[in-house]
């Protein structure tokens, strides 16, 4: 009986991932024959799918493999570590709310960023390093603040959030004015989020993060089905409660630091993501983990598609149209929930 | 013009001449402190391009304070500013002697440059992210006279971010990278995007210093001249 029901949930799983997988394929290849110069659209897709010989220039050779889809894959990997995050921070949290960008975590790996490109300017590794352990002092700070004696109500949260995320944005202001005027605008746009500019390293660094911060949260996923229920129900039924909101809020900060350090703060999507796949598929951490990471993924490369052409040859930061195609999406989500 | 000791306060990136880093600072460019420049009771305060300083110069308004803002989008009117600024000095036969000769330099590299064919260039405002100049920028005027023509002329705005693949296509013959000076070392690399370039492939990036380029006042003619030796060197022989 128990088998059973584990494998429909298995199957379920499968094919639902399977359909998203399948989404963020067909996706990454219309990214990746639109763009601010104009490939041949046969072509492209000839080199795309590995062949040699497809008639494409060196010059729009270069173009397809070493601007466009290191930046594809660096945007599915910033959807994946921000959508898998909010997921795990709701599950956690019992809060719809809860989100890397609305909770503080967001800018508290910015300020950790900020510290690193300040005082480690040269070496790149310190900037991860830095929005990891920025993006995990703010959610424990939110976390303390949040505890009152009944524990964390969904309220106290959100404030609690609110107070350091405001808190931090000024941090922020008060390090770029300090800056050189000539870092300034990198850092206006960074702040917005900001694709461009990939290196391998980065890259690199990134989708470690994600595949360590995914792989964590969807293996607590059972856990955290059983802490919505309630903390105490959850240990009664034998779940290590406290360890298991330790190990959720540091592969979650992974995860944010991972993506706030390639591409600066990207809004929304921790919030909208998880929320369309618990409206589509249910509420089943099983499945709204990794479902999230293949939606969150999806929906960054989408936007940052449009960022980059809809004013061609100039661009827009990514996390500009993330706010605006999500915040409309999430008041609609909100009304109709 | 002279005029130079009846300036009561300038910015801290206000360093030239000389005598300018002398003077009350009243913050930097961005956020100028409206209560010092009140302070230093002024009679008119100068301020380059209007953007962001709306609420700014209306504070300065209440004062019965005169703004005069310049926004040049060419040689010409950085040259027009000049001339207005001698006859709000009372110095109009010193500002127009020094705008004949700035002239008479700007024609000479004119005349120098011109039998050669343009050289395509792109300019590098910053590398990371990749900014560059669009077709309100006075540079893509200064380019033009310099014997070159900027990949990025038909840009809409003066400073736009620019996509990598459009930088990419955009194929400069060289590259010009405005450095040095109060910016120190930033800049100085070209943006991985242009790896490929005739511009990189055949050493053609030229470092300029950025205090002669992208500051708009006498100093821009040694910025022309500098990138004219620069794109054509066997036309000044």
Request: charged fraction near 15%; proline fraction near 5%.
């Amino acid at each position: 009986m128990i088998s059973g029901s584990a494998r429909t949930t298995l199957m379920r799983t499968a094919s639902i991932c399977g359909l998203l997988l399948l989404t963020l394929v067909v996706v990454i290849v219309i990214a990746a024959v639109i763009g601010s110069q104009r490939l041949p659209f046969g072509s492209s897709l000839c080199a795309l799918s590995g062949k040699s010989n497809c008639g494409l220039s060196s010059e729009e050779h270069a173009i397809l493999f070493d601007l466009r889809l290191p930046r594809i894959l660096l945007a599915g990997a910033v959807g994946v570590c921000l959508a898998t995050a909010g997921a795990g921070y709701q599950a956690l949290l019992r809060n719809p709310l809860a989100e890397p960008y609305l909770l503080g975590v967001s800018n508290g790996a910015a300020v950790g960023t900020m510290i690193a490109l300040v005082f480690f300017g040269a070496a790149e590794w310190s900037r991860p390093v830095m929005a990891f352990a920025g993006a995990l002092i703010a959610s424990f700070i939110v976390y303390q603040l949040a505890r009152g004696r009944a524990g964390a109500t969904p309220e106290r949260l959100i404030l609690a959030g609110v107070i350091v995320t405001t808190f931090l944005s000024s941090a922020i202001v008060f390090i770029t004015t300090l800056m050189d005027a000539t870092r300034i605008r990198s850092f206006t746009f960074w702040l917005l989020g900001d694709l461009s500019g990939t290196t391998t390293s980065l890259l690199t660094i990134t989708f470690i993060a994600v595949l360590i911060g995914v792989i964590v949260l969807a293996a607590n996923a059972r856990s955290l089905n059983l802490m919505m229920l309630g903390e105490r129900d959850a240990f009664d039924l034998g779940v290590e409660v406290s360890r298991v909101r330790v190990i959720v809020f540091i592969a979650a900060s992974l995860l944010v630091g991972a993506s706030v350090a390639s591409s600066g703060s990207v809004g929304y999507v921790g919030l909208v993501v998880p929320h369309l796949v618990r409206l589509s598929f249910g509420s089943d951490n099983r499945l709204v983990i990794v479902a999230s990471a293949l939606g969150g993924a999806v929906f960054v490369i989408f936007a940052d598609t449009i960022a980059r052409t809809i004013i061609a040859p100039r661009e827009l930061p990514v996390g500009a149209i993330t706010a605006l195609i999500g915040a409309p999406l999430f008041i609609y989500l909100l009304r109709r929930g | 013009m002279g005029a130079g000791e009846r300036l009561v306060g300038d910015t801290t990136y206000c360093d030239y001449p000389e005598a300018a880093k002398s003077v009350a600072k009243v913050g930097d460019t961005m956020h100028p402190s409206v209560e010092r420049i009140i302070a230093l009771k002024p009679q008119i305060v100068l301020v380059s391009t209007a953007s962001q300083l709306e609420a700014f110069t209306k504070q300065l308004d209440e004062q019965h304070i005169a703004v005069y803002v310049t926004n040049p989008r060419n040689l010409d009117e950085v040259f027009r500013s000049i001339e207005t600024l001698g006859d709000l000095f009372g110095s109009h036969d010193r500002a127009a002697s020094l705008v004949a000769d700035l002239r008479r330099r700007a024609a000479a590299v004119a005349a120098a440059t011109k039998p050669t064919p343009p050289v395509r260039i792109f300019y590098q405002v910053s590398d990371s992210p990749l900014y560059t100049i669009g077709r309100e920028a006075y540079l893509t005027d200064l380019i033009r006279r310099a014997g070159g023509v900027s990949v990025t002329a038909d840009v809409p705005g003066a400073f736009p971010r620019f996509s990598d693949e459009a930088a990419l296509a955009s194929n400069p013959d060289a590259i010009i990278l405005p450095t040095g000076g109060s910016m120190g070392n930033a800049n100085s690399t070209v943006a991985p995007a242009f790896k490929g370039s005739p511009a990189v492939l055949n050493n053609r990036i030229y470092k300029i210093n950025e205090d002669h380029l992208q500051r708009p006042g006498p100093r821009l003619v040694d910025g022309l001249e500098e990138m004219a030796r620069a794109l054509h060197p066997e036309a000044f022989k």
